[in-house]
DNA sequence: CCAATTTGACCGGT
DNA sequence: ACCGGTCAAATTGG
């Protein structure tokens, strides 16, 4: 399987993610769970099926295409283009955009990072302001622009749009296609962070609501810390383990880890739909407008510098998955129904309704409890 | 009153 | 001229 570069760091990061969400999940299930706390468990634990699934498909040898088919499960799972092929180049953003119809309209300037299909436009981690609405020809629905928050304050070029899909609307609600666009580059250390962000707060329960004074949109929030230090350790632990076969898994990290700045967090986190918004709060290093692109982990190496040795890692890593033996062999769909089954208990969709809060409503968990985004105009769609 | 959103105007690429 | 993207004044809402 001719396994790229940016298809590795795209492995990398989501499975990192998933490594880091199965973390908190673990801080979560240390305590007696109400039914707050199952409900957060479970979103999680849906959460880290699809990790694993679009890990495998990634991994599936001479199936990668079906990895970009991947469809959604869930009102707020996500196929994420960016995370099963390349990263798509502005000049190819109509053939992925299924905008093909649209005249190519060269974006001077712009980089496209990342384009997604997902329910939940407005739940990928960072803060942006709304700076125009437009309707686009032979589209339904308004194209929606956005940009970072801290564009004018740190020069951050990052702008996003969103364009809800004509035919997106099944059983799920609607779909909406979501562009990023440049980079962020707010990451920086902010001095005046107030300190009403702190490290006093815990991770599965250490979540701040991703609510803002001012109902700026806050996308779920995991913010990213850049003690490499820890991620190494992390990294290093849950390498050895996977691929060494140590006897058990790398253990949980330490909810005082998660919980400031020196706390790991994936560089993408796997869009934790299901209503799951996280802010891991940094403290006194200041706020982090959350980069997807994580610092350089330095042990092991970038994606790029090391290769997977072929199929050992999943199937090292299948033995945490209930019931998921000899998964590298599955079919795709076959895991798809093996992870989201039809059944009520194992849908997303059914999973949730309590927790999804009407298709209108944001919701975010904070302390194992889940709120609503009332202020964010989560926008109706 | 302040900050975010809305929306019509404007700009520039095609 | 058309159309998508952005700006900025007006509006809205907490």
């Not at 991770?203 to 991620?231: E, Y």
């Not at 209108?360 to 926008?379: E, F, H």
Request: net charge negative.
């Amino acid at each position: 399987m001719a396994f790229g570069q940016e298809a590795s760091e795209q492995l990398w990061q989501e499975l990192l993610g998933g490594y880091n969400l199965n973390a908190r999940l673990l801080a979560l299930l240390g305590d007696p769970l109400d039914k707050h706390g199952q409900e957060a468990a479970l979103a999680m634990s849906q959460e880290l099926s699809r990790v694993f699934m679009v890990s495998l498909y990634t991994l599936k040898p001479g199936d990668s295409s079906r990895v970009a088919g991947v469809r959604t499960m869930a009102p707020e799972t996500t196929v994420t283009e960016g995370s099963v092929s390349q990263r798509t180049p502005a000049t190819d953003e109509r053939i992925c955009s299924g905008e093909e119809d649209v005249p190519h309209r060269k974006l001077i300037g712009e980089e496209v990072i990342e384009k997604k299909i997902t329910a939940s436009p407005h739940k990928e981690g960072y803060r942006w302001k709304k700076y125009g609405q437009k309707n686009i020809q032979k589209r339904k629905f308004p194209r929606q622009y956005y940009k970072c928050m801290y564009s004018h304050e740190r020069g951050c070029r990052a702008k996003k749009r969103v364009q809800q899909q004509d035919n997106g609307s099944d059983a799920h609600g609607p779909m909406f296609q979501v562009t990023f666009m440049n980079e962020h580059t707010c990451h920086q250390v902010l001095p005046s962070q107030n300190s009403s962000n702190n490290a006093t707060n815990l991770p599965a329960t250490n979540t701040t609501s991703t609510m803002t004074r001012n109902g700026a949109h806050f996308d779920h929030a995991v913010h990213i810390g850049d003690n490499a230090g820890l991620q190494n350790k992390i990294m290093t632990c849950a390498l050895t383990t996977v691929i060494g076969g140590a006897p058990s898994p790398p253990p949980p990290v330490e909810v005082s880890q998660l919980s400031d700045s020196a706390s790991y967090v994936p560089p993408r986190l796997p869009e934790v739909s299901m209503g799951l918004e996280y802010e891991t709060t940094v403290s006194e290093t200041g706020f982090s407008c959350g980069s997807p692109i994580p610092p350089p982990v330095e042990a092991p190496a970038a994606p790029s510098s090391w290769s997977l040795p072929p199929r050992l890692p999943v199937e090292a890593s299948s033995s945490y998955l209930v019931g998921a033996g000899n998964i590298p062999s599955m079919d795709p769909m076959m895991m798809e129904e093996m992870y989201f089954p039809c059944s009520p208990l194992f849908s997303p969709v059914a999973a949730q309704p309590s927790i999804s809060g009407g298709d209108d409503v944001c919701m975010a968990v904070v302390a194992g409890r889940w709120y609503t985004d009332t202020a964010s105009p989560c926008p109706h769609y």
